[in-house]
């Protein structure tokens, strides 16, 4: 018994290992294929982000929002739902934020704590539409991807019109908010860069979902019902009740990871398309394995992944969307649960007979 | 040897997590000839034919194809070599016709447009030819169960299959249409077609085959022509008893009821009614043993008591309340446990840790709880340290995934669960089903010592005539949906005598069956 679950184990780690394996080589092969100067193009790659101080900036600026709509989305998926409204809460809990921000410059409150009521305010709006995708697959059985995906398109444009019509700046050539007031801003935590005190509400929210997912009930039915939905109706859980609040809690956690992220890096409200933040969230959910306590480490290979294609897209000749390929073919590897199975399967076949075999000696 | 169509030799399934549902298990089949493959539920049967039909790898043996091995790479390849299979869950688009539900993956086509017409053509005349009447036009989600049954058929034959799997045909079928399809069945053996009629019953086994494969636990334990068994010979080799145990128990004391059904009728998805108006009663101390071949409508009493099958008429009593309306909760408030024959969609979430399938039905009780919203972990850590001591549950500290335990362990979870839940009422079904020998008999003694020291009453559900035999204070015979037998005093029911209730050879009048409900 114990050795099925180690070779179980065992195969889990030598499946992520082989995945990032094979799509570096790929990729690797592919960049000495396209461009004249390989070595510079995979050095600006692999090792591009830890260069220099700016660099890893971005990166740790990309890896805030991660923690936040990564955890919500691990929410989400561990209720075997794919409610894709932490993109759309995303943009429009920071543009709520970037409004209220502008239009209260210089209110009389101590910054902390106004910045503590912005966020929470963004917070609850996310939480707010986040119920209306979940509240149509629970109690009206309309699919969540079609109806989570089509109201992000929606958001987007609401908060396109929200920003032209209350906040836009017409001095710049591109639609754009004023610049927002620095009271409002979170702190740097190294001058020059990217790095802000964001941060720590980003791992706060990790603890929190960690508790929230093995420390309450809630998070035992949530995480039942994900994964049985027959068993969690004969155990007697309520199951709407329990896979709707899951879906709320995701979309609230994506849109405080906007609101992080429009007070933390960003001068003025300017996201006029997708962010696709959302949708990295679940992809950092799939790298966690949908567990919170690891979403900082899929959270940090992803912010990775994505400053290091951004940079080699600047530096060299290699398009963004190549590298894009890449990282898909990482993630596929690592969520295909049948990659390298039919080694595995080999394995349980002999653990199994073996240990038939010890029985009856 | 040379008449066989297909043999299946030594052939050996692992699944993924380590269970082995067959194991050198061996099947041929002759040209012509309709063959049995019988067992009860969970045998191996379906995994068999899924290995045949290409649906699933396995791990040992050959599969030899008239006398040729062959190596069969998916479900294309197996209708290439001539094998269809109508599986247990239709494989159909509900919205189409019946034509392009026959002809789909080989459409006639005139240029690039699908041929409507043709479509139409090729079904009606495949389905003139061997009788199997269809109306080509029709929308399958339309059609009665036995005609969609028809099409699976038609879309094996006009692939020109010549050896058929039919798995457990008849279980969604009415009386009148199993006539028809044996009917159509042996019109298809004399056109040279050969068969795997899967069944567990007997009867129709009987009827209509010529030869038998019977499965025990994932093994084959025997074969032979039909015509040389009598049924009580098959019966025993299916369900028959590996070994006569015998348990020791004090006579039970019943008290008060605690469980009463009365004149419960229940319909099955398909709307067909499988319980026929049942009386029965479990009091506080008793173990109540229902006999029967399976699918005789012993699961859905089961799912009407615990709510998860809402009954067509009647009522039912847990402690005095009825529980009409009530939500699966509300009812196992009421002191219900339930023990499903289906362990792995009912009783447990596999992808989840033992702790956390220990704990899923009480988690929210207010007595595992910090401050009225943290889990108490201590408690919880200690409780589930104590349940894997109490249930010999072999595993490390139960935080590894239940799916990684064999079949016994995961039952020890689902028991160690349900039986200390504080329900008076427990409701067994088919509870040591495929389970070691050692599992089995610690889980028999605990309903034994659930029912002597606490008080507790016992619906037992079993297919397994030692189980039922030896457990039961009482005992009853479900055959098509109603009682056909009650004995107050189970110690003098002998194996033959149980049989004949269970086949349907006898019955007892009402006043026979005294002391019922
Ligand atoms: N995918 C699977 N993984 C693990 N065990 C399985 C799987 N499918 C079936 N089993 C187990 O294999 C056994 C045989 O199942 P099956 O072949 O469906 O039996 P039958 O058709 O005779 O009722 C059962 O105990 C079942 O629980
Ligand atoms: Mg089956």
């Not at chain 1, 959302?278 to 899929?298: E, I």
Request: glycine share 8%; net charge neutral; aromatic share 6%.
């Amino acid at each position: 018994m114990k050795k099925i679950k180690q070779a179980n184990a065992l195969f889990e780690f030598i499946r992520i290992i082989a995945a990032l394996l094979i799509a570096y080589a790929i990729t690797l092969l592919l960049i000495v294929l396209i461009t004249d100067d390989p070595i510079d193009a995979v050095y600006h790659f692999a090792i591009g982000p830890f260069t220099t101080k700016r660099r890893f900036g971005q990166l740790i600026g990309k890896f805030i929002p991660y923690l936040l709509t990564g955890t919500g989305m691990c929410f989400v998926y561990a209720s075997n739902r794919f409610n894709l409204i932490g993109e759309g809460v995303y943009s429009l809990s920071g543009c709520i934020v970037a409004i209220l921000a502008i239009k209260n410059a210089g209110i009389a409150l101590p910054p902390a704590l106004w910045i503590a009521i912005l966020l929470i305010i963004g917070t609850l709006v996310g939480a707010a539409v986040g119920l209306i995708p979940a509240l149509m697959r629970e109690k009206l059985a309309i699919h969540e991807i079609v109806s989570s995906i089509m109201l992000n398109f929606a958001l987007l444009y609401l908060t396109n019109y929200l920003i032209k019509t209350r906040v836009a700046d017409t001095e710049i050539t591109y639609l754009g908010s004023t610049m927002l007031p620095k009271e409002v801003k979170l702190t740097a935590l190294v001058n020059g860069t990217n790095i802000h005190s964001g941060l720590f509400i980003g791992l706060l929210a990790v603890v929190v979902a960690t508790v929230i997912f093995y420390r309450t009930s809630l998070g035992y039915h949530i995480r039942i019902c994900g994964s049985n939905q027959e068993f969690a109706k004969v155990s007697g859980i309520n199951i709407a009740r329990s896979l709707i609040i899951a879906q709320v809690l995701g979309a609230a956690f994506s849109a405080l990871g906007g609101a992080v992220d429009i007070l933390g890096v960003y001068d003025r409200y300017m996201w006029t398309a997708l962010t696709q933040m959302g949708f990295d969230g679940l992809l950092v959910a799939v790298l966690s394995k949908k567990k919170p306590q690891y979403v900082p480490l899929g959270a940090f290979l992803l912010a990775y992944m994505r400053t290091g294609a951004t940079i080699l897209n600047y530096k060299t000749d290699i398009p963004l969307e190549f590298v894009q390929v890449m990282q898909a073919v990482v993630i596929l590897l690592i969520a295909a649960e049948q990659f390298l199975g039919k080694y595995k399967n080999a394995l349980i076949f002999r653990l199994a007979k073996q240990e038939k075999g010890e029985k009856n000696v | 040897m040379s008449e066989d169509i297909l043999s299946m030799e030594h052939i050996t399934k692992v699944y993924e997590n380590g269970f082995i549902a067959n194991e050198d298990v061996s099947l041929s089949v002759r040209k012509g000839e309709i063959h049995a493959l019988v067992g009860e539920n969970g045998a191996g049967k379906t995994t068999l034919m899924n290995i045949l039909f290409g649906f699933i790898p396995y791990q040992e043996g050959r599969i030899l194809i008239n006398g040729e091995e062959v190596h069969i790479t998916g479900p294309l390849d197996a209708i290439e070599k001539g094998i269809g299979m109508v599986h247990q869950h239709f494989m159909q688009m509900p919205s189409l016709t019946v034509a392009e539900n026959v002809v789909l993956g080989m459409e006639p086509v005139r240029g690039v447009i699908f041929d409507r017409q043709e479509a139409a053509k090729i079904t009606q005349e495949i389905s003139d030819k061997y009788d199997l009447k269809v109306n080509a036009d029709d929308i399958v989600a339309d059609l009665p169960i036995g005609l969609r049954q028809k099409v699976e058929l038609l879309k094996a034959l006009v692939r020109n299959c010549k050896l058929l799997i039919l798995d457990e045909p008849t279980a969604v079928l009415t009386p009148q249409e199993t006539e028809e399809l044996f009917v159509q069945l042996k019109e298809l053996k004399k056109n040279g077609f050969s068969i795997i009629f899967i069944s567990h019953k007997l009867e129709e086994v009987m009827k209509l085959c010529d030869r038998v494969t019977v499965l025990r636990r994932g093994r084959s334990v025997g074969s032979g022509e039909i015509k040389d068994l009598t049924t009580a010979e098959l019966s025993k080799m299916i369900v028959g008893r590996d070994v006569v145990t015998e348990i020791e128990k004090e006579k039970s004391e019943p008290k008060k009821d605690i469980l009463s059904v009365e004149g419960l009728r229940c319909k099955n998805k398909d709307y067909v009614e499988v319980v026929k108006g049942i009386d029965l009663k479990v009091r506080a101390g008793e173990i109540l043993g229902v006999a029967g071949v399976e699918g005789n409508g012993q699961v859905e009493v089961a799912e009407a008591i615990t709510g998860m099958l809402i009954p067509s008429g009647g009522n039912i009593r847990i402690n005095g309340k009825n529980i009409r309306g009530k939500t699966i909760k509300q009812i196992k408030d009421l002191g219900l446990s339930y023990i499903s024959e289906d362990r792995l969609k009912y009783g447990c979430a596999p992808l989840m840790p033992i702790r956390e399938n220990l704990m899923a039905d009480r988690i929210d009780r207010k007595e595992y709880k910090k401050f009225g919203l943290f889990l108490d972990r201590k408690k919880i850590d200690d409780e589930v340290k104590q349940l894997i001591r109490e249930y010999e549950i072999k595993c490390d500290d139960g935080e590894e995934e239940i799916r990684m335990l064999s079949g016994g362990n995961i039952q020890k979870v689902i028991v160690a669960r349900e039986m200390s839940s504080g329900a008076n009422l427990i409701v067994a079904n088919q509870p040591t089903r495929g389970i070691d020998v050692g599992t089995t008999d610690l889980i028999r003694k605990t309903l034994i010592r659930k029912t002597r020291e606490e008080n507790v009453g016992v619906l037992l559900i079993t297919s397994d005539l030692n189980e039922v035999l030896e457990l039961s204070d009482r005992m009853i015979v479900m055959k098509d949906g109603q009682i056909v037998a009650h004995f107050n005093d189970v110690k003098k029911v002998s194996d033959e005598q149980l049989g004949e209730y269970m086949l349907g050879i006898r019955k007892m009048s009402p006043e026979e069956m005294e002391g019922l409900s």
